[in-house]
């Protein structure tokens, strides 16, 4: 099974700071055919379904701010929060759907300092 | 609008049987693979099994924990995707999601979750 990996475990940063969550897989899952990413990342707020932010690594879902960005190939990705705002805080999961077992990383609790 | 709506849990003692159904609106259903993931209270995530589409034989996979147990299928005339779950257990307690996984485009779109709960 493919590990998935996150860290920080939880994070604290000021309104307008940039925050960055980082995502580890185990192996890549890259698949070279259509050289796409199978990795997604989603906030969760208590009480609420995972929100879909970003597929494919690196692709914005539609109607998710700009300020929300994915990067990353391979094993090692990044959800970035160019401008935290008080609505981000939430847990943040990366999951990869390269394969079954699909996994999920652990998430990264973000809080406002 | 993109709408996947879950139904069918419930309270269940230990050993029951329950079936979750997982009705989809607002996109290709029959080109999507549906998977079901759970999350147990104050939990992560995690993915229990999945049914993919026609054009890839309506393939199935699902994690050990659940494998003899649960069985995923799909009703491509209704846009319905179902869990038969039997033989439960009080850990397999969680609110549990059916996704679909849009194999041309990469999206995943999400239902609102059902509770299920085993005790006795």
Known sequence: DIVMTQSPDSLAASLGERATINCKSSQSVLYSPNNKNYLAWYQQKPGQPPKLLIYWASTRESGVPDRFSGSGSGTDFTLTISSLQAEDV??????????TPITFGQGTRLEIK | EVQLVESGGGLVQPGGSLKLSCAASGFTFSGSGMHWVRQASGKGLEWVGRIKSKVNNYAIAYIASVEGRFTVSRDDSK??????????KIEDTAVYYCVALVAATGQLYWGQGTLVTVSS
Do not use: G, K
């Open chain 2, 79 to 88: 846009n319905t995707a179902y869990l038969q779950m039997n033989s439960l």
């Open chain 1, 90 to 99: 939430a847990v943040y999961y990366c999951h990869h759907y390269y394969t």
